[in-house]
């Protein structure tokens, strides 16, 4: 562990000297092992470091796809190993993005996800976190882009409550969930198509039909005026980081290896509907979840539609209800595999209209929940300004985009 100069010798966080920096191989391992008392979970800090490590070589993570930050003031001495004094750290992990702007085309971006913020414990309410924000917010306008060119947002996840981030321009979104309880065996009498499981050999050409569906919804007409459309996209690199998260904990805390890695279900119009999973490893019991990284549906955009009581209607009405029992088969499925690995839920995240009937049909009292202290979905936009009637609108906004 560093040696920190006394707390009484902390430069103010307005000082000129504070700088936000990359940090250099020495100073990743110091502020994640600072880190590992927030974040490391049931894993002890020899694991947590190992995991980090393993995280940082995955396809969506190597090749300078995180970077890791950290709040220095360059005035101070070097720490007695040699480092910069670390006041407080963050790092973000570059993702691919979609954007609409209205009577534009829909193009891709890099939007930058933002995660471990974390403010050494000695140094706490003194500002540090605030200012590296501050910095970090700056530095993302133009991090990675093109030359001249300008990010369009970056995101982040909140355990702290709204307020915080929203002051420093991430504003919070829709941050629901649905937990259903685990399920020991599945339950044909619903009336439920009988699903296939996923593995990872199926995930790309998953991610890649589910891309494809995402890139048609968004360039679709709103209702609305002024209406931005954003999205991260749910690719394979995506889903692999998440899954070697997983794996990576299951072999150490359990010498278990997950194998399925999502469901799939078919409704008698032809139309598929998967999802993709992932396995959580809490300290404790309720935070062994099941989340459902991604729940899609092809022709997804009939989804939140209303049936019509029009009698030409019927048959549409009919191929809804049939969309739900397959939604509700894959969400099953999740239930049954909640339960074969000890886990407390399974939840999703901000359910559909029709994910919500689904689940119902499952568990008939489950409700929506809404979160107002941990992971609350936050977006900043970077781009350039926007008229005051135009609206962000955060498509797919789901687990799977969290870091």
Request: hydrophobic share 40%.
């Amino acid at each position: 562990m560093p040696v920190w100069l006394n707390t009484m010798d902390l430069p103010d966080s307005s000082a000129p000297t504070l700088q936000l920096v990359q940090a250099s191989e020495p100073e990743i391992i110091e502020s994640s092992t600072l880190g590992s008392i927030s974040w490391a979970g049931p894993l002890d800090t020899s694991n947590y470091l190992r995991r980090e490590a393993h995280l940082r070589n995955q396809r969506l993570t190597r090749d300078g796809g995180i970077t890791y930050w950290i709040l220095v003031d360059t005035a101070a001495p070097p720490t007695a190993r040699g480092s910069r004094r670390i006041l407080a750290s963050c790092e973000t992990i570059r993702k691919r993005a979609l954007i609409a702007l209205p009577g534009v085309a829909i193009r891709e971006t890099i939007c930058h996800g933002i995660g471990s913020v974390h403010c050494n414990q000695d140094h706490r309410g003194k500002g540090f976190g605030r200012r590296m924000m501050i910095e970090l917010a700056n530095t993302l306008d133009t991090w990675q882009q093109k030359e001249g060119e300008r990010a369009d947002f970056s995101v982040l996840w909140s355990d702290i409550g709204k307020d915080f981030y929203a002051k420093l321009g991430w504003k919070t979104y829709s941050s629901k969930h649905i937990a259903l309880p685990p399920k020991s065996s599945h339950e044909h009498a619903l009336g439920i198509p009988t699903p296939v499981t996923l593995t990872s050999e199926d995930i790309d050409g998953i991610c890649s039909t589910d891309e494809a569906n995402l890139r048609s919804e968004m360039v679709k007409p709103t209702l609305a005026g002024s209406v931005v459309r954003v999205a991260l996209v749910p690719d394979a690199a995506t889903m692999q980081w998440h899954h070697s998260r997983e794996e990576f904990l299951a072999k150490v805390l359990l010498g278990r290896w997950p194998n399925l890695k999502g469901a799939m279900a078919e409704g008698p119009d032809g139309r598929r509907v998967w999802c993709i999973w992932t396995r959580t490893f809490g300290s404790s019991q309720d935070q062994r979840v099941l989340n459902i990284l991604r729940l899609s549906v092809e022709g997804e955009r009939s989804l939140g539609q209303p049936a019509s009581s029009k009698p030409n209607d019927k048959l549409r009405d009919h191929a809804q209800q049939a969309q739900v029992k397959a939604i509700a088969a894959v969400l099953q499925a999740a239930q049954v595999e909640a339960f074969d690995w000890g886990m407390s839920s399974v939840q999703f995240w901000n359910p559909s209209p029709q994910s919500v009937l689904a689940a119902r049909h499952l568990e008939p009292s489950a409700e929506i929940v809404e979160r107002h202290e941990e992971s609350l979905a936050s977006l900043r936009w970077h781009g350039r300004p926007m008229p005051d009637n135009a609206t962000i609108d955060w498509i797919s906004n789901e687990k799977f985009a969290w870091c």
